[in-house]
T-cell receptor, first 120, second 111 residues
Framework: GAVVSQHPSWVICKSGTSVKIECRSLDFQATTMFWYRQFPKQSLMLMATSNEGSKATYEQGVEKDKFLINHASLTLSTLTVTSAHPEDSSFYIC????????????????FGPGTRLTVL | TQLLEQSPQFLSIQEGENLTVYCNSSSVFSSLQWYRQEPGEGPVLLVTVVTGGEVKKLKRLTFQFGDARKDSSLHITAAQPGDTGLYLCAGAKAAGNKLTFGGGTRVLVKP
């Protein structure tokens, strides 16, 4: 169990266009999902926390008007990169928080396979 | 400055050798996770540790959480080429809270 999918797995777009990335938890409901960005040979950088039915919480330095997040249901969150520029090219990864069992380690984040965005 | 410092940043060893990756912080975490990530893929959860002093074993991998819940280590015995990847530690301050990732340790196991 605990499978998270992302779509698309890769996308190439022209500068100035918008790109939408979907993140789905396939076999569990996730009230909280997270969006990360990863540059080559670097660790994950948290961009925002997405809560179902409410506005996303963005990390410092992340433009909320550029990276639009919508968490429409307990199994789907979307990240839209608006007016994309070449510097937005990166590997975007989402994770879904699965509630833990009583007495267990608490919530666990399960990651999607990532989406590679290339902006020309 | 990263809240979680991983060391070393890169490790290259021969098949059959042992290795240890460290994850240190001045902050206390309620839980700490270890992930392994391969190129072009998302991180895969290896283990979660929550109790100070806890030791968990996963085949040839041994994970330890420090008594004060500020640091952790990952030890691999008799490493194999399939262990090659980016190892990431990540800590949570509270259940359900966002994760803070370490900088990662890139491990290369040569046959």
């Amino acid at each position: 169990g605990a499978v998270v999918s992302q779509h698309p797995s890769w996308v190439i777009c022209k500068s100035g266009t918008s790109v939408k990335i979907e993140c789905r938890s396939l076999d569990f409901q996730a009230t909280t999902m997270f969006w990360y960005r990863q540059f080559p040979k670097q660790s994950l950088m948290l961009m925002a926390t997405s809560n179902e039915g409410s506005k996303a919480t963005y990390e410092q330095g992340v433009e909320k008007d550029k990276f639009l997040i919508n968490h429409a249901s307990l199994t789907l969150s979307t990240l839209t990169v608006t007016s994309a520029h070449p510097e937005d090219s990166s590997f975007y990864i989402c994770s879904a928080s699965r509630p833990g069992l009583a007495g267990g380690p608490g919530d666990t984040q399960y990651f999607g396979p990532g989406t590679r965005l290339t902006v020309l | 400055t990263q809240l979680l410092e991983q060391s070393p940043q890169f490790l290259s060893i021969q098949e059959g050798e042992n290795l240890t990756v460290y994850c240190n912080s001045s902050s206390v975490f309620s839980s700490l996770q270890w992930y392994r990530q391969e190129p072009g893929e998302g991180p895969v959860l290896l283990v979660t540790v929550v109790t100070g002093g806890e030791v968990k074993k996963l085949k040839r991998l041994t994970f330890q959480f420090g008594d004060a819940r500020k640091d952790s280590s990952l030890h691999i015995t008799a490493a194999q080429p399939g262990d090659t990847g980016l190892y990431l530690c990540a800590g949570a301050k509270a259940a359900g809270n966002k994760l803070t990732f370490g900088g990662g340790t890139r491990v290369l196991v040569k046959p």
